[in-house]
């Protein structure tokens, strides 16, 4: 069964492996990404949320909106 499994599966790879991907996204790691997951989101009238947009109280966990809130109390 492993043997007849491998036999399906290696020609894929060997085709993979012959080809280089066409059109994939690649990125460099510690990037935002690729370009295409901004334009996947656009599609759908979506953005990503900018880090540092809202900072978080570390100690409560919590929005400054939230911490306001719990000081004013």
Known sequence: MV???W???QPVLDVWHALPARGFPNYSAG???PVEADELLEREGRAW???GEEEIDRDRGCSDDESKIAAAR
């Open 3 to 5: 043997e007849a499994g």
């Open 31 to 33: 990037s935002w990404g």
């Open 49 to 51: 949320r900018p880090i």
């Open 7 to 9: 036999s399906v599966i």
